[in-house]
């Protein structure tokens, strides 16, 4: 996933030395926002603020307080870079909650390490699924909001599994845990590929997934290509018993014994742009009707809401 990191500066003298140092890591991408176009630079929801504090025309806690009041980027990491080498400035920078103050001149193998390894507890600790290891409800919705300010036309995809309460009740929690991981490998290699650019998979919790794709994306073959692969791995999570009757049986609450199909997948797509939709709710809302009627059908399924406009 690309990390956007914005350099608040009113020149590009720090921006050209750190894309030179991280030339080779095309996942890093960094712009340079002058302080009159701060607005700009949250409204896209940067994964790491820069500000150099030496080249600026604003008060610096005004700038790190406009950032933490914004309801968006209130968690976004801030480091700022000042000559200024006073211990009591750069006590109140801190404590406008900016996570580091770099001295100038920079030495920039230093400040290198220091954004990669911020950019990886972000991983660790912004409310990632400990189970799959992907972006939770907190990055899925920023990610869609984003798409949805910039007036981009995407795809998202909501993913869940079918029977799966009941596999957990005869199999076990822990077996239930390896299909929700197979199921989260299964989505992310049949939406990150080559074809697909500026793609996001998020784990909403339990069963449910969804993804962000482009508007050029082929919705239909990632559905394809995820239900094909999903029903083809899911046999090995099975007894032989239960995949050559092709259903597994519990006892309901009154003892009687239930039959259910073997676990399968539904997908839900909806194509999103602010023609019609004004916000991440509006799309959640399609999205869980369109997930419905894919529910409906017998096994794995898909169904693509493709209305653009507002009804």
């Known amino acids: 996933?690309?990390?956007?990191?914005?350099i608040i500066d009113e020149d590009n003298s720090i921006l050209e030395r750190i894309k030179q140092r991280f030339k080779e890591e095309a996942e890093f991408r960094f712009l340079s926002i002058r302080t009159n176009e701060l607005d700009i630079?949250?409204?896209?929801i940067p994964t790491l603020i820069i500000?150099?504090?030496?080249?600026?025309?604003?008060?610096i806690s005004l700038i790190c307080k406009k950032i933490r009041e914004n309801e968006d980027n209130s968690i976004t990491p801030i480091i700022v870079v000042s000559s200024n080498k006073d211990k009591l400035h750069r006590l109140e920078i801190l404590k406008d909650e900016v996570e580091y103050y770099i001295t100038a001149p920079i030495d920039y193998d230093y400040f290198y390490?220091?954004?990669?390894?911020i950019i990886r507890l972000i991983y660790a600790n912004r409310r990632?699924?400990?189970?799959?290891g992907l972006p939770g409800n907190v990055q899925i919705q920023a990610e869609m909001k984003k798409r949805l300010l910039n007036k981009e036309v995407f795809g998202v995809l909501y993913f869940d599994l079918d029977n799966f309460k009941a596999?957990?009740?005869i199999y076990g929690f822990l077996q239930g845990d390896e299909i929700i991981k197979f199921t989260a490998r299964t989505i992310l290699k049949n939406v990150h590929t080559e074809e697909n650019k500026d793609c996001f998979v998020g784990h909403?919790?339990?069963?449910?997934?969804?993804?962000?794709?482009?508007?050029?994306?082929?919705?239909?073959?990632i559905c394809q290509d995820v239900v094909a692969e999903f029903d083809a791995g899911i046999k090995r999570y099975f007894s032989e018993v239960d995949l050559e009757r092709g259903y597994f049986e519990i006892a309901n609450r009154k003892g009687i014994l239930e039959q259910f199909p073997l676990t399968s997948i539904s997908i839900g797509v909806v194509?999103?742009?602010?023609?019609?939709?004004?916000?991440?709710?509006?799309?959640?809302?399609?999205g869980a009707q369109v997930k419905h009627t894919s529910k409906v059908i017998m096994g794995s399924s898909y169904v693509i809401d493709k209305r653009r406009q507002r009804e």
């Open 1 to 6: 996933m690309i990390q956007d990191i914005c």
């Open 41 to 44: 630079a949250l409204k896209n």
């Open 51 to 59: 500000i150099n504090e030496d080249n600026i025309n604003e008060d």
């Open 113 to 117: 390490h220091t954004i990669k390894n």
């Open 128 to 132: 990632v699924s400990p189970l799959t």
């Open 167 to 169: 596999y957990n009740d």
């Open 204 to 221: 909403i919790g339990g069963d449910d997934f969804v993804a962000l794709v482009g508007k050029d994306a082929d919705y239909e073959k």
């Open 271 to 286: 194509i999103a742009d602010q023609q019609r939709f004004y916000n991440t709710l509006e799309i959640a809302e399609v």
